[in-house]
């Protein structure tokens, strides 16, 4: 804790004051974690922060970012995490927009974010002030809550407390408008006058728990339609719990942390595109939001199939235009249970049918062991080729899914590398992360180091490994820079490196555009070092080309940040 300051509290300035009141309150209704941007308009706010995070009991634990992007897409990380929200501080002007990417999908991902924008007092607005723009109402149309506070000063600290708690419980889901129990942004536009901060600043903050989430209610979905649970991105554990508990198959993309269990279809996008057995679908219930298949979406705009959408997001999912949208859901008991068996039976064959086994054939041990000279070298050979054979991105993916456990956490990028995942990765319980609210690849390395943060204190003991493609990681370079005061986090960035962006090759403007402009607009080659990335910002680096190199990576110790890069063909 700190010091108590030599000052009165009558030489305090009314920021200062203001700025205690608020993070106070935040404190005291959950929120353990500040991202700060440094600014002038905001120091009242970043040097509580710091005060508040000073000693080994301090309530806050603050992170310092110098871009706005970065810092509001690790608020984003540490809010999927540990499901309280972040606060994200920053000065007045452009470094406000800088919360927009993250706010966007905070919203659309149901993800709890604070965003406090500090700002010019209501007199040097409109008139040419420098630094000065239009932020009231600035994230209008994706926050739950916002206001424009009153100037220090102008209102007692009481009221700066209670903006504190109104907007935690706005981010939980608690209050607010849109859904009930669904997370989501906050916007608190904060005006400062000239003192800017003073020489103020000790407090003792009783850190507390966050307001519970509005309560909802249960939808009871009777038996009787052949029916299947579908769970895209932050569906979480309950898709899983349902297909169990009712028996029905359960479709669970590898970003929705449910592809697990006994009742997981591997293989569901041919599945769904054979008429015999997906064109016979009579009812969805869907978690989160689909977004890797084409397969999937077809059949949630499928006309006469009913769809029962859980609420996680900050838009109702409705390809159909008539879905029915609840808040949970269970199954009912009674139905013709022979039928039910008879249809997950069915389901169940054509998933094990379906299984991708990506091990390499055993060794040859009679071969290895032959006294017959050629026979010996031919075995040999095999083995060394099964070890200096090159990675695709299957393998990529497939050695980053059977390093990780459940207690490391796993990040995945909107690259073309997590819809190979998608296709060939069998069950496995991993808690895993994905910016799916919009599937942008802004933020990604930020939100996997808002995570790991998150998790380590926790006290977590594994890793966080983000995947992502070239084109994902050098849009978020700026996430690599940590300040070197802050607790290393343990996190694996884990680049597939083919020069540019190919996911493009599985879109339509593969078959029209011409080779050039394909390839200058959007492959958008590049021959950036890798290498010399992780050295300007002090990140270990490791290139690897062979499925035995990379998984003695992935399974040693890792005690801070590391950028694995693997080149991959284009």
Same mark, same amino acid.
Not at 96 to 108: I, T
Not at 305 to 326: K, M, S, T, W, Y
């Given at each position: #804790?700190?010091?108590?300051?030599?000052?009165?509290?009558?030489?305090?300035?009314?920021?200062? $004051?203001?700025?205690? =009141?608020?993070?106070?309150?935040?404190?005291?209704?959950?929120?353990?974690?500040?991202?700060?941007?440094?600014?002038?308009?905001?120091?009242?706010?970043?040097?509580?922060?710091?005060?508040?995070?000073?000693?080994?009991?301090?309530?806050?634990?603050?992170?310092?970012?110098?871009?706005?992007?970065?810092?509001?897409?690790?608020?984003?990380?540490?809010?999927?995490?540990?499901?309280?929200?972040?606060?994200?501080?920053?000065?007045?002007?452009?470094?406000?927009?800088?919360?927009?990417?993250?706010?966007?999908?905070?919203?659309?991902?149901?993800?709890?974010?604070?965003?406090?924008?500090?700002?010019?007092?209501?007199?040097?607005?409109?008139?040419?002030?420098?630094? /000065?723009?239009?932020?009231?109402? #600035?994230?209008?149309?994706?926050?739950?809550?916002?206001?424009?506070?009153?100037?220090?000063?102008? =209102?007692?600290?009481?009221?700066?407390?209670?903006?504190?708690? &109104? /907007?935690?419980?706005? =981010?939980?889901?608690?209050?607010?408008?849109?859904?009930?129990?669904?997370?989501?942004?906050?916007?608190?536009?904060?005006?400062?006058?000239?003192?800017?901060?003073?020489?103020?600043?000790?407090?003792?903050?009783?850190?507390?728990?966050?307001?519970?989430?509005?309560?909802?209610?249960?939808?009871?979905?009777?038996?009787?339609?052949? $029916?299947?649970?579908?769970?895209?991105?932050?569906?979480?554990?309950?898709?899983?719990?349902? *297909?169990?508990?009712?028996?029905?198959?359960?479709?669970? @993309?590898?970003?929705?942390?449910?592809?697990?269990?006994?009742?997981?279809?591997?293989?569901?996008? =041919?599945?769904?595109?054979?008429?015999?057995?997906?064109? +016979?679908?009579?009812?969805?219930?869907?978690?989160?939001?689909?977004?890797?298949?084409?397969?999937?979406?077809?059949?949630?705009? +499928?006309?006469?199939?009913?769809?029962?959408?859980?609420?996680?997001?900050?838009?109702?999912?409705?390809?159909?235009?008539?879905?029915?949208?609840?808040?949970?859901?269970?199954?009912?008991?009674?139905?013709?249970? @022979?039928?039910?068996?008879?249809?997950?039976?069915?389901?169940?064959?054509?998933?094990?049918?379906?299984?991708?086994?990506?091990?390499?054939?055993?060794?040859?041990?009679?071969?290895?062991?032959?006294?017959?000279? *050629?026979?010996?070298?031919?075995?040999?050979?095999? @083995?060394?080729?099964?070890?200096?054979?090159?990675?695709? +991105?299957?393998?990529?993916?497939? *050695?980053?899914?059977?390093?990780?456990?459940?207690?490391?956490?796993?990040?995945?990028?909107?690259?073309?590398?997590?819809?190979?995942?998608?296709?060939?990765?069998?069950?496995?319980?991993?808690?895993?992360? *994905?910016?799916?609210?919009?599937?942008?690849?802004?933020?990604?390395?930020?939100?996997?180091?808002?995570?790991?943060?998150?998790?380590?204190?926790?006290?977590?003991?594994?890793?966080?490994?983000?995947?992502?493609?070239?084109?994902?990681?050098?849009? &978020?370079?700026?996430?690599?820079?940590?300040?070197?005061?802050?607790? /290393?986090?343990?996190?694996?960035?884990?680049?597939?490196?083919?020069?540019?962006?190919?996911?493009?090759?599985?879109?339509?403007?593969?078959?029209?555009?011409?080779?050039?402009?394909?390839?200058?607009?959007?492959?958008?080659?590049?021959?950036?070092?890798?290498?010399?990335? /992780?050295?300007?910002?002090?990140?270990?680096?490791?290139?690897?080309?062979?499925?035995?190199?990379?998984?003695?990576?992935?399974?040693?110790?890792?005690?801070?940040?590391?950028?694995?890069?693997?080149?991959?063909?284009?």
């Amino acid at each position: #804790m700190t010091t108590p300051p030599t000052s009165s509290a009558s030489d305090e300035a009314p920021a200062t $004051t203001a700025a205690f =009141a608020l993070l106070g309150a935040l404190i005291s209704h959950g929120v353990r974690d500040v991202v700060l941007s440094p600014g002038s308009r905001s120091q009242a706010l970043a040097l509580a922060a710091a005060a508040l995070a000073e000693g080994d009991d301090a309530p806050l634990r603050v992170h310092v970012r110098i871009d706005e992007r970065v810092a509001a897409f690790t608020a984003l990380g540490i809010g999927r995490e540990t499901g309280l929200p972040a606060a994200v501080v920053c000065t007045s002007g452009t470094a406000a927009a800088g919360f927009l990417p993250a706010a966007m999908e905070a919203f659309h991902a149901g993800a709890p974010l604070l965003m406090l924008t500090a700002d010019r007092p209501p007199e040097l607005r409109g008139v040419g002030a420098n630094q /000065a723009s239009i932020q009231p109402g #600035m994230f209008s149309a994706w926050v739950r809550y916002e206001t424009d506070a009153p100037v220090p000063g102008d =209102a007692d600290a009481e009221v700066f407390a209670s903006l504190g708690a &109104d /907007a935690v419980a706005a =981010a939980v889901g608690a209050t607010g408008r849109g859904v009930p129990g669904v997370a989501g942004p906050v916007h608190l536009n904060l005006p400062f006058r000239n003192p800017l901060s003073s020489a103020g600043g000790w407090r003792v903050v009783t850190p507390g728990a966050a307001p519970a989430r509005a309560s909802v209610a249960v939808h009871e979905v009777p038996r009787g339609p052949r $029916t299947i649970v579908v769970a895209g991105a932050d569906a979480g554990s309950d898709a899983e719990e349902l *297909a169990h508990a009712a028996g029905w198959p359960l479709i669970a @993309e590898i970003v929705s942390g449910a592809r697990f269990g006994r009742r997981l279809v591997h293989g569901y996008r =041919a599945h769904l595109r054979d008429a015999g057995l997906g064109g +016979r679908i009579e009812r969805v219930v869907v978690f989160g939001h689909p977004t890797l298949s084409r397969e999937v979406a077809a059949l949630l705009a +499928r006309p006469g199939v009913e769809v029962i959408a859980v609420r996680r997001g900050g838009e109702p999912l409705d390809l159909g235009g008539a879905a029915v949208h609840v808040d949970a859901v269970r199954a009912l008991d009674g139905g013709d249970p @022979e039928a039910e068996r008879a249809w997950l039976g069915e389901w169940m064959r054509a998933s094990a049918a379906s299984v991708i086994d990506l091990d390499a054939p055993a060794p040859d041990a009679h071969g290895l062991s032959s006294t017959d000279a *050629a026979e010996r070298r031919e075995a040999v050979r095999v @083995e060394l080729d099964a070890v200096r054979r090159p990675l695709d +991105r299957a393998l990529l993916v497939d *050695a980053v899914w059977r390093a990780s456990w459940p207690h490391d956490r796993l990040v995945f990028g909107s690259s073309r590398l997590v819809r190979v995942a998608d296709a060939v990765l069998g069950g496995k319980r991993v808690p895993v992360h *994905a910016n799916r609210g919009l599937a942008g690849i802004d933020g990604t390395i930020a939100t996997a180091t808002g995570v790991a943060i998150a998790a380590q204190a926790s006290g977590a003991p594994g890793v966080t490994r983000v995947l992502l493609g070239d084109l994902a990681m050098l849009h &978020d370079v700026g996430a690599l820079l940590l300040p070197g005061d802050e607790p /290393a986090p343990r996190l694996q960035v884990i680049v597939g490196n083919d020069g540019g962006g190919t996911i493009f090759d599985d879109l339509e403007v593969a078959g029209s555009a011409p080779a050039a402009a394909l390839d200058r607009a959007f492959y958008t080659p590049h021959a950036v070092q890798v290498s010399a990335l /992780a050295e300007a910002y002090g990140w270990e680096f490791r290139r690897v080309e062979t499925r035995p190199a990379l998984d003695q990576v992935l399974t040693a110790a890792v005690e801070g940040p590391q950028l694995i890069e693997v080149p991959l063909p284009r």
